[in-house]
């Protein structure tokens, strides 16, 4: 047996180029705004995290371009040692402020968030509990902890996490974890009752806010803010790679906790620092949220739109709150052929298939930008109308 049989083996890609279906690595000819180009074909885009449309924003391109100039392309280090610029600082203060948190700590990226704090956090005799359709960074994270177990509960079944919470010793150190919007079916957790379970058996809550943050809550504060349970959640992670319009993730939480993550948290401690361009667009896109409050109530308003046009023309999409609308392929293979076809004819769209979800509830995941306009919704709607007739998945 060599290491590498499993490369070999690997024949997956083979087979769906072979059938002319391969979805992936589709390479962006323009800045990614509700209109692209991708190998030479005008595309309305439906599959981006770009929620508020702000990578394409004037003053957010220019913010990153006069840090480029002024602190040169890297930090070459990690923030606990040589990568701290005054910028990193000035962007964990503003954060730490926008989500009423005492203290906030940028990581990396989303992903290196929830590697970063929940294998900090959760020591050899703490248990985690969370939901089955959390994030993979999430998932890994706990890989990453020395937790004493992993629970997982059905998704936003309460009743379940009850039942989980209830098996463990009162007096152990336990964390709920859970995607504040869920990524992939865009719906939100159920918090006002995470919140109230934690109380009762003892644990702290970890939300994760990746597609919450410039979405829903006051002025797109997140999840918690939407609930108004913000003192109740213990830690908010986030990320800058979809409102936030750059890359790198944050964690908001206690001085204390944000004190430790700072010095025991490895993804933090031996990873280099985002760019200073990185920083500095990340702020400018706050500061435009807070001064622009009406960009995610556009966007709630869009998808709302979108969520009618699909149902009137008999799309068959999944119930969702945020700007993230699920649409039923059911197996892999139709899925593959419907985001082809798609972005033939001018849409791009993300295909979600299994392992990533169970056999049979494939799904096409369609996003949107508050940048976009009725009109492009109109013309993506009617176009995936069509391609979902021809492959016999419209609604009866
Ligand atoms: C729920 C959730 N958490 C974390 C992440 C990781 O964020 P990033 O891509 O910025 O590393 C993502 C990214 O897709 C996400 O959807």
Redesign the pocket.
Known sequence: MDLFDKCKDFKTVDILIEKGIYPYFHALETKQGPEVVMEGINEIMLGS?NYLGLTSHPEVIEAGREALMEYGSGCSGSRFLNGTTKLHLALEKELAEFLHKEDCVTYS????T?LGVISAIVGRNDYIIGDKEN?A??YDGCKLSYTKGLLRYKHSDMEDLERQLSSLPLDSGKLIVT?GVF?MGGDICKLPDIVRLAKKYNARVMV?D??GFGVIGEGGRGTASYFGLEDEVDIIMG????SLAS?G?YVVASKEVCNYLKHNSRPYIFCASITPASVQTARKALEIIKREPERPKRLMALADYARKKFREKGIDIRDSEAPIIPINTYDNETTFIACKKLFENGVYVNPVVSPAVPVGESIIRTSYMATLTEEQIDRASDIIAKVMGELNLLKK
């Open positions: 995290n990226t989303g992903f290196q929830n994030h960074s999430i995607d990524s994760d990746a597609h990320t800058f790679s979809k890359i993730g």
